[in-house]
């Protein structure tokens, strides 16, 4: 059982198909994949459906795989940074399924535990529940989501271990843990693979058993809102 | 004088508890959390975060912690990290207090639009749906009126619905209403403005 790769063109290798579903982890620029979506940009895979809460920015993240026309369909809650994103979807090139944020995440979650839909509330009397099965239960209303079984998981994490146990990073966390739960492969990329035995097993975020493959790379992690406020002069 | 943003913040800020956990939209009321003086507030980032605190200082920026506008935060010595399925899990759950949003329009059913303007971009609802599905009160904080200076407050949403029947509360810089039986009720005026007057700028159904 070898899980640590060299690259992630090599962590990719044999499991890329046209047409597929990926799901991937990441908020924003947050806790994206970079190092698999770029490895996903030099493969040409295509006709690709892609779940994921943002679709990048112009020119960084899965905005990449925009510009290079790889994605047929995105799942997302909230695609509002990417210009690029704007014109092909409103050319009629690229399928749009939107999500509410909860329900995207649950849907992911839910595959990854092997259950095929749930019913949620979120949406109900809206768009998203048209054409869904309504179920009330003890007088309130319900909708069916259907669970995302993904062919493929691309997320990143802060540290592994050799055996796939990931560690994750304040708010970078987010979609990764669902995300890789939900994938028939689930590839990692990590800003640290560590000796096995030096995370502390209480600490694990995702246990190993969800995560087949897993690279180290360098992150650029870029900032798209930076804040800041002024130290206050004494 | 109509309330501004600051002070139509502070008011929603009262609406808060000791001891609660709420959900700050984007925009008005981002402020609110300016206000809450000495009320122990822990706030929810629904990108997986309870416990969010300031702006950080320059050159202290840290590209793994955001908040769900996607700016750059800081972490509190209460914060907590989680994933995106329990951060939704919670407020799905009923555990969040409360959700204070902008809105586009609000029907006197406590329908909520503030997702979409069919026509124009399309951005997404991103985390409104289940915020306002989910949590347990929800309070809007908007102007009561729209740059034409049509009532934001309609006996039917025009636009897209966020949720149907959801909102408790609504602040707006002409004073406070809540959604009852019926239509909406004035619980306050902002300061030197008149019954008349709201009523005047509202389209939907006032009720005593």
Known sequence: MKKIHASAEEALEGILHDGMLIAAGGFGLCGIPELLIDALVKSGVKDLTVA???????????????????????????VGENAEFMRQYLSGELELEFNPQGTLAERMRAAGA????????TGVGTVIAEGKEHKDFDGETYILERGIFADLSIVKAWKADDTGNLVFRKTARNFNPP????GKICVAEVE??????????DMIHLPGIYVHRIIQGQHEKRIEQRTTRKKETA | MPWDRNQMAARAAEELEDGMYVNLGIGIPTLVANYTGDKDITLQSENGMLGMGPFPFE??????LINAGKQTITELDRTSYFDSATSFGMIRGGKIAAAILGAMEVAENGDLANWMIPGKLIKGMGGAMDLVAGVKRVIVVMDHTNKAGESKLLRECTLPLTGKAVVNRIITNLGVLDVVEGGLKIVELADGVTEDELRAATEATIVN
Do not use: H, W
């Open chain 1, 52 to 78: 994921s809460n943002n679709c990048g920015v112009d020119g960084f993240g899965l905005g990449k795989l925009l510009e290079t026309r790889q994605i047929r369909k995105m799942m997302s809650s909230y």
């Open chain 2, 59 to 64: 050159g202290e920026e840290d590209p793994d």
């Open chain 1, 192 to 201: 640290e693979i560590v000796p096995r035995g030096s995370l502390d097993p």
């Open chain 1, 179 to 182: 995300a890789a739960m939900c």
């Open chain 1, 114 to 121: 092997g259950i095929p839909g749930f019913y949620t509330k």
